[in-house]
C-alpha cells in the first residue's frame, strides 16, 4: 500500500515535470504572437514592417505544428519555422524580408487544407 502511494506521488510529480519541461519560452519583445491550434493560426490575417520580422508561435493545440511562409504564389518559401509540438512554443525569426504580400501555412500533412493558413502583409 505504502508503495503504491509512492508511485502514485511519482507519476504525479512526472506529470508536472512534463507539463512545464519543454515550454517556458519568454515572449521576446516586439514579436508577433501567433497561436497555433488544430486546424488554424490566430490571427490568419499579420501585417508587419518590412526587415526583421520575429514570430512568437504557441502551439495551444494537441498535434504538431510548424509554420511556412512563401511568396504570394505560394510556393517559394521565405521562411520555415521549427516544427512546435503541442503546449510548446517557438520563436521563429525571418531575416530582411521585403515589403509585399505573402502566404502562411502549416506544412504538417493535410493542416493547410483543413484551414491552417493566412496571409502576411509586410509594408
Ligand atoms: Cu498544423
Known amino acids: 500500500m505504502r508503495t503504491a502511494a509512492v508511485a502514485l506521488v511519482a507519476v504525479a510529480l512526472l506529470a508536472v515535470a512534463a507539463a512545464c519541461g519543454s515550454s517556458g519560452v519568454a515572449q521576446p519583445a516586439g514579436s508577433i504572437k501567433v497561436t497555433m491550434t488544430e486546424y488554424k493560426f490566430d490571427p490568419g490575417t499579420i501585417n508587419a514592417p518590412a526587415g526583421k520580422v520575429v514570430f512568437y508561435l504557441v502551439n495551444v493545440g494537441s498535434m504538431s505544428h510548424d509554420m511556412v511562409i512563401t511568396q504570394s504564389d505560394g510556393t517559394t518559401i521565405v521562411g520555415r519555422s521549427d516544427l512546435v509540438s503541442a503546449g510548446d512554443e517557438f520563436v521563429f525569426t525571418v531575416d530582411n524580408i521585403a515589403a509585399g504580400s505573402y502566404k502562411f ?19
Open 105 to 123: 501555412y502549416c506544412a504538417q500533412p493535410g493542416h493547410a487544407d483543413l484551414g491552417m493558413r493566412g496571409t502576411l502583409t509586410i509594408s
